[in-house]
């Protein structure tokens, strides 16, 4: 066992003044938490700052707040703003190895940090870390095992991304830009077209968890299938179906609120929603429902901007009841829905071969790492 800081060295950022913050991309990009994983930056910085913070293309980051993220840095030079650290490997330690490892331990770390809102990681529980790190050999050839694995898992992801993408082309192909309907496809208020319920929450949910009736959470829905939502990892009782909304299979749910906003499945079993989530049911006979769900997601940026104010955008029914959906011609639509068909049979092959990749990686990371 090796001290984390005697394997590399560790740079901390610094509290850069947010009056200094802007938007403007003439200036130095700043890393902040949410900006490690995603390997990029919006936020800019104006002020005078020292070179020390500076960070580069593939440099290695930590986010020391929330999930405690480890990643390389995908973008140019950019400043190391606080809660964020960059580690560089001494000589005799593989970089690669040291990420793996890391990733390993953060989790860990990450899984028994008690939080109130958010989980913070300090400098001194890093500087106190100690990896097992085998000689340099071995180091590189795990680090090549499990990156070769990583990139397979990352080109997977891509295809599906890409099939995606195919069927978010064929849609606009079809039926234009339904945010200003330019083909001039007749419109209803879709409270005219189907039944729009809100969801309720028994709380503490932890009080009405245990039972046999699914209990559909955002996280359900964006594991697997982007059409339909097949099952649910927890029930609640009898007594928390009659504090919630149960929703019979074949609605349609739709998120209302928050970052998830947009996010629509079709449920394929009788279930209960929280209030983050709108029901639509009886839809009319007009509408084909995978075409519904994919005209709403399209429409997410235009929810997001109708959505009252408030700490988060949020939804309420009343909204929703009178948005102008279109309507184009059932065959239309019909067409559109074995396009969808057709591109989800190699999504399933694409899904099957990413989960054995990844079940693979995760099996190799607990033995090499525990």
């Known amino acids: 066992m090796k001290k984390l800081t005697d394997i590399c060295d560790i740079q901390y950022g610094y509290a850069f003044d947010s009056?200094?913050?802007?938007?403007?991309?003439?200036?130095?990009?700043l890393v902040r938490i949410r900006d490690v994983k995603?390997?990029?930056s919006k936020t800019y910085y104006s002020g005078d700052y020292s070179e020390e913070y500076l960070i580069t293309s593939g440099d290695l980051l930590i986010g020391m707040d929330g999930e405690f993220n480890i990643a390389r840095w995908k973008s140019d030079r950019a400043l190391l703003n606080q809660r964020v650290c960059k580690l560089t490997a001494k000589k005799g330690t593989n970089e690669e190895y040291l990420r793996f490892a890391m990733a390993k331990v953060l989790k860990?770390?990450?899984q028994k940090t008690a939080f109130v809102t958010v989980k913070h990681l300090s400098a001194k529980e890093l500087n106190k870390l100690y990896l097992n790190?085998?000689?340099l050999s071995k180091q590189n050839k795990i680090a090549g095992i499990l990156s070769r694995l990583e990139n397979i898992i990352d080109v997977r992801r891509q295809e599906l991304e890409k099939l995606d993408e195919l069927i978010k082309a064929r849609f606009v192909e079809l039926f234009g830009d339904i945010n200003t309907n330019?083909?001039?496809w007749d419109c209803e208020p879709l409270g005219e077209l189907c039944t729009i319920v809100r969801g309720s929450s028994p709380r503490p949910i932890e009080q009405f968890l245990g039972g046999d009736v699914p209990w559909i959470k955002i996280g359900d829905a964006t594991d697997g299938?982007?059409?339909y939502l097949n099952s649910t990892k927890e029930c609640i009782i009898q007594e928390g179906v009659k504090k919630s909304r149960l929703v019979k299979a074949g609605s349609l749910i739709f998120a209302n609120c928050g970052v998830s906003l947009g996010f629509a499945r079709i449920i394929t079993f009788d279930g209960c929603i929280h209030d983050g989530w709108l029901a639509m049911e009886d839809i009319d006979e007009r509408l084909n429902k995978v075409f519904l769900l994919q005209a709403l997601n399209q429409m997410t940026e235009h929810f997001r901007a109708i959505a009252p104010d408030g700490t988060q955008p949020n939804l309420n029914t009343a909204i929703m009841k009178v948005f102008m959906q279109?309507?184009?011609p059932i065959e239309l639509q019909r067409d559109f829905v074995k396009f969808v068909e057709q591109i989800d049979k190699s999504k399933v092959a694409v899904k099957k071969a990413l989960d054995e990749t990844q079940l693979l990686f995760d099996s190799l990371m607990q033995k090499y790492f525990g």
């Open 133 to 135: 790190v085998p000689e």
């Open 38 to 40: 995603r390997g990029y």
């Open 19 to 29: 009056k200094c913050f802007t938007e403007e991309p003439l200036y130095p990009p």
């Open 225 to 227: 299938d982007n059409i």
């Open 108 to 110: 860990e770390i990450e």
């Open 182 to 184: 330019d083909k001039n």
């Open 326 to 328: 279109v309507i184009p």
